[in-house]
Nanobody
Protein backbone atom coordinates (compact mmCIF):
# COMPACT_ATOMS: atom_id res chain seq x y z
CA UNK A 1 0.00 0.00 0.00
CA UNK A 2 1.37 3.38 -1.00
CA UNK A 3 2.27 5.84 1.73
CA UNK A 4 1.68 9.54 1.19
CA UNK A 5 3.80 12.10 3.00
CA UNK A 6 3.90 15.89 2.75
CA UNK A 7 6.89 17.34 1.02
CA UNK A 8 6.52 18.98 -2.39
CA UNK A 9 6.80 22.71 -2.92
CA UNK A 10 7.22 25.15 -5.78
CA UNK A 11 4.20 24.58 -7.96
CA UNK A 12 2.24 27.46 -9.40
CA UNK A 13 0.77 29.10 -12.48
CA UNK A 14 3.09 30.28 -15.27
CA UNK A 15 2.95 31.10 -18.97
CA UNK A 16 4.38 29.03 -21.78
CA UNK A 17 8.12 29.34 -22.04
CA UNK A 18 8.59 30.24 -18.39
CA UNK A 19 10.28 28.21 -15.66
CA UNK A 20 9.44 26.67 -12.30
CA UNK A 21 11.53 24.88 -9.72
CA UNK A 22 9.90 22.12 -7.68
CA UNK A 23 11.43 20.67 -4.55
CA UNK A 24 10.58 17.92 -2.15
CA UNK A 25 11.85 16.00 0.83
CA UNK A 26 11.92 12.47 -0.55
CA UNK A 27 9.21 10.39 1.08
CA UNK A 28 10.14 7.18 2.82
CA UNK A 29 13.61 6.46 4.18
CA UNK A 30 17.14 7.11 2.95
CA UNK A 31 17.55 3.49 1.87
CA UNK A 32 15.33 4.22 -1.12
CA UNK A 33 17.69 5.19 -3.90
CA UNK A 34 15.26 5.92 -6.74
CA UNK A 35 14.09 9.51 -6.33
CA UNK A 36 11.53 10.25 -8.99
CA UNK A 37 9.10 12.87 -10.21
CA UNK A 38 5.82 11.78 -11.77
CA UNK A 39 3.03 13.95 -13.08
CA UNK A 40 -0.66 13.50 -13.59
CA UNK A 41 -2.80 15.54 -15.95
CA UNK A 42 -6.50 15.84 -15.33
CA UNK A 43 -8.24 12.58 -16.21
CA UNK A 44 -4.95 10.79 -16.94
CA UNK A 45 -2.77 8.33 -15.08
CA UNK A 46 0.54 9.19 -13.45
CA UNK A 47 3.40 9.35 -15.91
CA UNK A 48 7.08 9.14 -15.17
CA UNK A 49 9.02 12.38 -15.68
CA UNK A 50 12.54 11.92 -14.30
CA UNK A 51 14.62 9.95 -11.82
CA UNK A 52 17.84 10.64 -9.95
CA UNK A 53 19.76 7.99 -8.02
CA UNK A 54 20.36 9.07 -4.44
CA UNK A 55 23.87 7.64 -4.38
CA UNK A 56 25.50 8.34 -7.75
CA UNK A 57 23.34 11.24 -8.89
CA UNK A 58 22.74 9.48 -12.21
CA UNK A 59 19.68 10.91 -13.95
CA UNK A 60 17.14 9.68 -16.46
CA UNK A 61 14.44 11.63 -18.24
CA UNK A 62 11.27 10.96 -20.18
CA UNK A 63 11.69 11.95 -23.82
CA UNK A 64 9.07 14.69 -23.56
CA UNK A 65 11.09 16.62 -20.92
CA UNK A 66 14.67 15.80 -21.87
CA UNK A 67 16.58 18.99 -22.54
CA UNK A 68 14.00 21.13 -20.72
CA UNK A 69 13.85 19.66 -17.20
CA UNK A 70 16.70 18.96 -14.80
CA UNK A 71 16.40 16.71 -11.76
CA UNK A 72 18.92 16.89 -8.94
CA UNK A 73 19.34 15.80 -5.35
CA UNK A 74 21.13 17.20 -2.31
CA UNK A 75 21.81 14.37 0.09
CA UNK A 76 23.06 16.68 2.83
CA UNK A 77 19.76 18.57 2.81
CA UNK A 78 17.72 15.47 1.85
CA UNK A 79 15.98 17.26 -0.99
CA UNK A 80 15.17 16.51 -4.61
CA UNK A 81 14.54 19.29 -7.10
CA UNK A 82 13.04 19.48 -10.55
CA UNK A 83 13.95 22.56 -12.56
CA UNK A 84 11.46 22.98 -15.38
CA UNK A 85 12.37 25.31 -18.23
CA UNK A 86 10.56 26.17 -21.45
CA UNK A 87 7.26 25.02 -20.00
CA UNK A 88 4.54 23.94 -22.40
CA UNK A 89 0.78 23.74 -22.06
CA UNK A 90 1.02 19.96 -21.89
CA UNK A 91 3.24 20.18 -18.81
CA UNK A 92 0.17 21.15 -16.79
CA UNK A 93 -0.67 18.68 -14.03
CA UNK A 94 -0.03 17.62 -10.48
CA UNK A 95 3.62 16.76 -9.90
CA UNK A 96 4.50 14.09 -7.36
CA UNK A 97 7.78 13.17 -5.73
CA UNK A 98 8.16 9.43 -5.08
CA UNK A 99 10.77 7.01 -3.79
CA UNK A 100 11.51 3.35 -4.44
CA UNK A 101 14.26 0.80 -4.08
CA UNK A 102 16.69 0.40 -6.95
CA UNK A 103 17.77 -2.92 -8.42
CA UNK A 104 21.46 -2.71 -9.25
CA UNK A 105 21.12 1.04 -9.82
CA UNK A 106 18.12 0.54 -12.09
CA UNK A 107 14.92 2.35 -11.18
CA UNK A 108 11.33 1.63 -12.20
CA UNK A 109 9.39 4.08 -14.32
CA UNK A 110 5.90 2.81 -13.55
CA UNK A 111 3.97 4.37 -10.70
CA UNK A 112 2.83 1.04 -9.25
CA UNK A 113 6.41 0.25 -8.25
CA UNK A 114 6.58 3.24 -5.90
CA UNK A 115 5.31 2.80 -2.36
CA UNK A 116 6.22 6.25 -1.02
CA UNK A 117 4.63 9.41 -2.43
CA UNK A 118 4.44 13.08 -1.71
CA UNK A 119 1.06 14.78 -1.67
CA UNK A 120 1.64 16.55 -5.00
CA UNK A 121 1.94 20.13 -6.18
CA UNK A 122 -0.07 21.73 -8.99
CA UNK A 123 1.67 23.16 -12.04
CA UNK A 124 -0.49 25.13 -14.45
CA UNK A 125 0.89 26.43 -17.75
CA UNK A 126 -1.19 28.83 -19.84
CA UNK A 127 -0.70 31.04 -22.87
Amino acid sequence: QAQVQPGEAGGGAVHTGESLRLSCTPPGHTGLYCLTWFRQASGQGREWVATVLRGSGTTEYADFVRGRFTISRDNAKNTVELLMNSLKLEDTGIYYCASARDINDNCPTHAAAYAFWGQGTQVTVST
